[in-house]
């Protein structure tokens, strides 16, 4: 059995001012009076390439003070480039909004991918590695009761390719809406025929939904990102105290970047 980290809504960041404010409401010893709204705004950065022919997209952005409404507070003006390690060089055009597209290519399992962002003075880079596709056999419903109440939920089934580290995620839309976005491992089924159960809040899949299921391969730092926001969001036990997940950006980028295989699947329940 694989292990399965879920989050009911996977935020890809966590402010500094956030953190502060949730530090201070949960002492119950000392009042500390700070002022959140002058926290120094930090950089994000959300990219991935998959393996796909498709307009790959880079996201560059600011956190934005902690009484200021939650928006993309984007950040336009900045130069974007990846860098491959079998010496190709794509080069990302600003839409203006602080997002950052380019051409339409194909990214290649085995081969790494370096990001690098230029913004404001400073420079940011990441690398991920894309790892091999690993494409399931089958994808379909499971039944869970919970206390004499049963759901079905998708469930994926597939050959772990064995004495490779593999890690997966699961982004899962009912009716076009957001239900899951999980990650899992094989630290427990490596060269396994498995299957991962893909749960999440609220009702789970009834007769005549459709379902559309993301499946992406990804690497050890990714999953470690996510992982990170699952057990904030409380996956398997009490929330941990908040914290910015780990991320692969270097010089204090707050964010992920991300070299994966895709594949996507529909699904229905008649």
Known sequence: MNRIFRSKTMCPIFSLASILMCLILSSCEEVIDADLSKAEPLIVIEGSISDQSEVHTVKVSKTIAFDQPTKFNGVPGAKVTVYSSNSQTYTFTSTGDGTYKSQRFRGTPGVSYILEVITGGKTYKASSLMPAAVKPDSINFKKLTFFGDSKLYPSIYYKDPPRIQNQYRYIVKINGVLKADQVSEDRFSDGNATSDLITFD???????????????????????????????GGNGGPPVAPSNPESNLDNGALGIFSANTRSAYTISLK
Do not use: L, T
């Not at 007769?207 to 050890?220: H, M, Y």
């Not at 730092?221 to 904030?232: C, D, E, L, P, R």
């Open 202 to 232: 609220g009702d789970g899949v009834v007769a005549g939904d459709k379902v559309d299921v993301e499946i992406q391969c990804i690497d050890r730092n990714v999953f470690k990102y996510y992982f990170a926001i699952s057990q904030i």
